[in-house]
């Protein structure tokens, strides 16, 4: 698969050529220099954005090939993301904020709820669920993002810096946490990281160098 981007006369290939294969329950990280394509590649991965040329195919279905206008559902049925921003709604609880992906629901509205009370409680905010996100921490807030990331029983969850605006220890505690999840609830978990330590906690580190994959390991 190939992504190039054209601004205005420049064209930049942010990704050349990836062949990468993931099999379902993996639990997997991406590194690489700034610039080098992480995000792109997470974007393509999620069916947030489409690659230039090549295929993408999620849980068998070729995004490629789906509508634009359908891929939103492929996103929300499949898909978890957490990024290194917690993207919280400041107004909301914490509870409120972890609903806001299954909005409107529909069918059972007690089920969901009660999936989002049991998702805070094992992220271990069981006691913060009414707080606002100005009233948790960083780390808390990055609990709440999973418990969201998590509240439509996603196939994949794709993670990009989500360590980056936290202290080391904290951190680590989230990746254990989605190490916990990964391995609990079989959800291909996949970690674009700069920092050593997150991609030592895989089973296997990609590096992509100038938008191509330049290792895969172990594999
Ligand atoms: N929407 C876009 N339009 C044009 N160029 C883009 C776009 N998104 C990314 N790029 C370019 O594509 C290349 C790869 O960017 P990408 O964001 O994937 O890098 P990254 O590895 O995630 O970097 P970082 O570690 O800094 O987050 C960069 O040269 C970037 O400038
Ligand atoms: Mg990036």
Request: hydrophobic share 40%.
């Amino acid at each position: 698969m190939t992504k190039t981007y054209v601004m205005g006369e420049t064209t930049i290939r942010a990704l050349t050529d990836i062949n990468l294969s993931v099999e379902k329950g993996e639990l997997l990280s991406v590194v690489g220099p700034s610039g080098s394509g992480k995000t792109t590649l997470l974007n393509m991965l999620g069916a947030l954005d489409r690659p230039t040329s090549g295929r993408v195919i999620i849980d068998g279905v070729d995004i490629t090939e789906v509508p634009d206008r359908s891929l939103y559902r492929l996103r929300r049925d499949k898909v978890g993301f957490i990024f290194q921003r917690f993207y919280m709604i400041p107004t909301l609880t914490a509870l409120e904020n972890v609903l806001i992906p299954t909005l409107p629901i529909r069918g059972d509205k007690v089920s969901v709820l009660e999936r989002a009370r049991r998702l805070l409680q094992e992220v271990g905010l069981g006691e913060r669920m009414s707080h606002r996100p100005n009233q948790l921490s960083g780390g808390e807030q990055q609990r709440v993002a999973i418990a969201r990331s998590l509240i439509n029983e996603p196939e994949i969850l794709l993670c990009d810096e989500i360590t980056g605006e936290l202290d080391t220890k904290t951190g680590m505690e989230i990746v254990e946490l989605l190490k916990t999840v990964n391995r609990m609830e079989l959800v291909t978990t996949l970690f674009v990281t700069h920092d050593r330590d997150v991609a030592a906690a895989t089973n296997r580190v990609v590096t992509l160098s100038d938008g191509r994959m330049i290792s895969d390991q172990p594999k």
